[in-house]
C-alpha cells in the first residue's frame, strides 16, 4: 500500500516533500508524489512515483510582480486567493486519481485539505506537513503576518484572528473541492479549530534548533528537522564559478529566487554599489527577476542561474536572500549568517526568527534598500560573533536527518 504525498507551491514547498518521499522509500514504504508538472522530472529521477496536479504558482509569481513582490500583504493575499480558487477546481478530481491503493494521506499547503478530505471520505489516516509553524503560541508571531511586539494572551488572540480571517476567505475554495468530492461542506468555524475533523497530526519539517517547541502544541505536533533533498552526487558546479570562488576570498551571496519586484534593476545597481561599499566579492544569483542581465561588468561580482543552495551556501561567507522557508534553511544548515530582505508572506516569520535566535541581521525592508543599509548589514554579518553564532548552529542542524526522524514518527504513530 502506498503513502500519497500532495503539495504545491515553488521549489521551496516541493524539494522537501522529494526528500521526505526518498526517506519513506529507504525505508521500503511505497510513495506518490502529486504536484505540478514543472516538477516531474525531479520527483521521477529521486525515485518517487509521480502523479499530475494542476498548479502553477511559479506562473503566478511571474505574473503579478507588484502584488507578490513588494511586501503588499493584502494585494498578496487578493492575488494568491483568485488563482488559487482557479487550479483548485481541478484538484478533487486529479487526487482521486492519484488515490489508488492509498494507506496514507500526507498533504502540505493550499492542498492539504483535498488529502485530508480524502481520507476522510475512505476512513484513512491524514498527517499534515508543515514547512513554517502555523500553530497557535504565545511566543511566536503569526507566520503570514509582518511580527508584531505582541506575546502572550495578545498573540493567541491574533493567532486566532489571522486563522478565522484566513479561513473565511478561502471558505468557498475549500467547499468547492468538498462538494466534488461528496464531502459535507465545512462549517463557519472551518476544520483547522478542530484538530478530529483532519486527522490531528502534524509534521513541522523545521529544526527545534531554529524554532523550539511551544508548550501550546502538544503530543499532535512533532518536529523532526529540516526535509533536506541534497545536491545530486555528480552535481559539478560550473567551471566560472568554481574559478571564482577560488580566485579570492569567501564572497558573500546574494539572491531572491522566485522573488521579482519588476525593479530588477534598481536592485541590481543598489547590490553592484553595496558591494563595493563593503569591499567584498559576490556571488548573485540572477532568480526570476533576472538580476543578472544588470551585472555582467563587474569583476567582482559573478552572477550564477540554478545552483543548489546546499552546495553555494557552504562556500560563502552569508548570505543575503528573501528568507524563503528553504533558502533560509539552506543557509541555517551552511552555517553562515543570513541577511534577510522579505518581500512576503512567511518570509518575515524567518527573518524574524533568525534574527531572533542570533544568526541573522534585522531584516531589510526591499521597497527602500539602499547601497548602505546593505553594506552595513554585510558587515555585520561578516562580525565575528554572527559567524561563531551561526557555525554554532549549522553545526547542531546538520547532524539532524529530519526526513528520516520523520517516518520514525509516522510508525510511532502507526501510520506506516
Not at 81 to 102: C, F, K, N, S, Y
Amino acid at each position: 500500500m502506498t503513502t500519497l504525498i500532495m503539495t504545491v507551491g515553488t521549489e521551496g514547498d516541493v524539494r522537501p516533500h522529494i526528500a521526505l518521499g526518498r526517506a519513506m522509500m529507504r525505508r521500503g514504504l511505497p510513495v506518490r508524489l502529486a504536484a505540478d508538472t514543472g516538477f516531474e522530472g525531479q520527483i521521477r529521477a529521486a525515485g518517487l512515483d509521480y502523479a499530475p496536479v494542476t498548479a502553477d504558482f511559479a506562473g503566478m509569481l511571474r505574473r503579478n510582480p507588484a502584488a507578490l513582490g513588494r511586501g503588499k500583504s493584502a494585494a498578496a493575499a487578493k492575488v494568491v486567493i483568485r488563482e488559487t480558487r482557479e487550479m483548485a477546481r481541478h484538484w478533487p478530481r486529479e487526487a482521486l486519481a492519484a488515490a489508488d491503493g492509498v494507506r496514507l494521506f500526507i498533504g502540505s499547503g493550499n492542498i492539504s485539505l483535498v488529502a485530508a478530505s480524502l481520507a476522510e471520505m475512505r476512513g484513512l489516516p491524514f498527517v499534515q506537513t508543515q514547512l513554517q509553524p502555523l500553530e497557535t503560541s504565545r511566543a511566536l508571531p503569526p507566520v503570514w503576518l509582518p511580527p508584531t511586539r505582541l506575546r502572550g494572551g495578545m498573540n493567541v488572540a491574533l493567532h486566532r484572528l489571522l486563522r478565522q480571517t484566513s479561513w473565511l476567505l478561502t471558505r468557498s475554495i475549500a467547499n468547492e473541492m468538498r462538494d466534488a468530492l461528496g464531502l459535507p461542506r465545512y462549517g463557519l468555524k472551518g476544520p483547522w479549530h478542530d484538530p478530529k475533523a483532519t486527522g490531528g497530526k502534524v509534521l513541522l519539517g523545521v529544526s527545534p534548533h531554529v524554532v523550539p517547541r511551544q508548550p501550546e502544541w502538544g503530543d499532535r505536533f512533532a518536529l523532526p528537522g529540516y526535509f533536506v533533498l541534497p545536491p545530486a552526487d555528480d552535481f559539478t558546479p560550473p567551471p566560472a564559478l568554481a574559478a571564482f570562488l577560488a580566485a579570492g576570498p569567501l564572497p558573500i551571496y546574494l539572491g531572491f529566487g522566485s522573488m521579482n519586484t519588476g525593479e530588477a534593476g534598481r536592485l541590481a545597481a543598489t547590490i553592484k554599489a553595496a558591494a563595493r561599499l563593503a569591499g567584498v566579492r559576490a556571488v548573485v544569483g540572477s532568480g526570476w527577476a533576472g538580476l543578472g542581465s544588470y551585472l555582467q561588468d563587474d569583476p567582482q561580482i559573478h552572477v550564477v542561474g540554478n545552483i543548489p543552495h546546499e552546495w553555494l551556501f557552504a562556500r560563502v561567507a552569508a548570505a543575503v536572500h528573501h528568507c524563503g522557508a528553504g533558502t533560509a534553511a539552506a543557509a541555517v544548515r551552511a552555517g553562515v549568517p543570513t541577511i534577510p530582505v522579505p518581500f512576503v508572506g512567511d518570509q518575515f516569520f524567518w527573518a524574524w526568527q533568525l534574527c531572533q535566535i542570533g544568526v541573522a541581521t534585522p531584516a531589510l525592508r526591499v521597497a527602500d534598500l539602499s547601497p548602505d543599509a546593505l553594506a552595513q548589514a554585510m558587515g555585520a554579518a561578516l562580525s565575528p560573533p554572527l559567524q561563531q553564532a551561526a557555525a554554532a548552529l549549522g553545526q547542531k542542524v546538520r547532524a539532524e536527518d529530519g526526513a528520516d526522524a520523520a517516518v520514525t514518527q509516522l510508525q510511532a504513530w502507526g501510520f506506516v
